[in-house]
């Protein structure tokens, strides 16, 4: 029977929110640091614990709701969202639309959101949660929370970005491990492979996972290759770069 690890994280400590549109009504930010990263314990589930806060900006009353609208999980991996009652990981709108929404008084804050990552394994787990107003669902805020358990993956590092930008690898010449950044404004479907010189793909560091937008950092590991010129090439359904490098040992 495996054992079980259980990892709580709940930093508490209020950072400045990274929610692609800030609504005027109200906010929802996390409580501490939205990407969490773990060692990987072989045979052990852990439970990251993300918390948001909620704040009502204005004197009037807000109804609202939490979407779940990117859930990008490696295998056997889920999320639960929270909101005081925890829902099934299936569910991917709080309170449920059969039921009467959230309200948040006047001036009210609250931390009662959280949504629970369950990783067995490692790799990267990305969901992107939108808090938005029932009677305007226009009006809205969100968030993207991600975890990483082992060496692998790739995680974001900011989410303030004017564009599309695939930059150059650092170090450059490097030996054997370097990593790389890209940027993306909006939600997009992202690919990030290695090529050798002869165009042989030799590494996939971003498998067309969903990505909210932000600026993200990969880490390439050629302790197993050979040195020369290599080439790293992103790609979206709106964007396309390469690069090259040099591997030096």
């Given at each position: 029977?495996?054992?079980?690890?259980?990892?709580?994280?709940?930093?508490?400590?209020?950072?400045?929110?990274?929610?692609?549109?800030?609504?005027?009504?109200?906010?929802?930010?996390?409580?501490?640091?939205?990407?969490?990263?773990?060692?990987?314990i072989p045979d052990s589930i852990q439970i990251v614990k993300h918390q948001g806060i909620v704040h009502n900006n204005t004197a009037n009353p807000i109804n609202f709701r939490f979407a779940?609208?990117?859930?990008?999980?490696?295998?056997?991996?889920?999320?639960?969202?929270?909101?005081?009652?925890?829902?099934?990981?299936?569910?991917?709108?709080?309170?449920?639309?059969?039921?009467?929404?959230?309200?948040?008084?006047?001036?009210?804050?609250?931390?009662?959101?959280?949504?629970?990552?369950?990783?067995?394994?490692?790799?990267?787990?990305?969901?992107?949660?939108?808090?938005?107003?029932?009677?305007?669902?226009?009006?809205?805020?969100?968030?993207?929370?991600?975890?990483?358990?082992?060496?692998?993956?790739?995680?974001?590092?900011?989410?303030?970005?004017?564009?599309?930008?695939?930059?150059?690898?650092?170090?450059?010449?490097?030996?054997?491990?370097?990593?790389?950044?890209?940027?993306?404004?909006?939600?997009?479907?992202?690919?990030?492979?290695?090529?050798?010189?002869?165009?042989?793909?030799?590494?996939?560091?971003?498998?067309?996972?969903?990505?909210?937008?932000?600026?993200?950092?990969?880490?390439?590991?050629?302790?197993?290759?050979?040195?020369?010129?290599?080439?790293?090439?992103?790609?979206?359904?709106?964007?396309?770069?390469?690069?090259?490098?040099?591997?030096?040992?």
């Open positions: 029977m495996k054992k079980f690890f259980y990892i709580f994280v709940l930093v508490l400590i209020c950072m400045t929110g990274s929610g692609d549109v800030k609504a005027q009504s109200f906010t929802f930010t996390p409580l501490g640091s939205n990407h969490v990263s773990l060692p990987f779940r609208i990117v859930n990008n999980q490696p295998l056997n991996w889920y999320t639960q969202m929270c909101y005081d009652l925890c829902y099934a990981s299936f569910v991917d709108t709080i309170s449920l639309t059969s039921d009467a929404p959230y309200t948040l008084a006047p001036h009210q804050i609250d931390t009662l959101f959280y949504i629970d990552f369950t990783c067995e394994g490692q790799g990267l787990g990305t969901s992107v949660v939108k808090m938005y107003n029932t009677n305007n669902p226009a009006e809205f805020d969100q968030e993207t929370f991600s975890v990483q358990v082992g060496d692998v993956g790739v995680y974001n590092i900011s989410n303030v970005v004017e564009g599309y930008e695939l930059s150059q690898n650092y170090p450059n010449p490097f030996n054997p491990v370097t990593n790389i950044t890209f940027s993306i404004p909006v939600l997009e479907t992202v690919t990030l492979k290695v090529y050798d010189i002869l165009g042989n793909e030799v590494a996939v560091l971003v498998n067309n996972e969903k990505l909210a937008g932000g600026k993200y950092k990969v880490d390439f590991n050629a302790g197993q290759h050979s040195s020369g010129i290599y080439y790293y090439t992103i790609k979206t359904e709106s964007f396309v770069d390469t690069k090259k490098m040099i591997l030096l040992k």
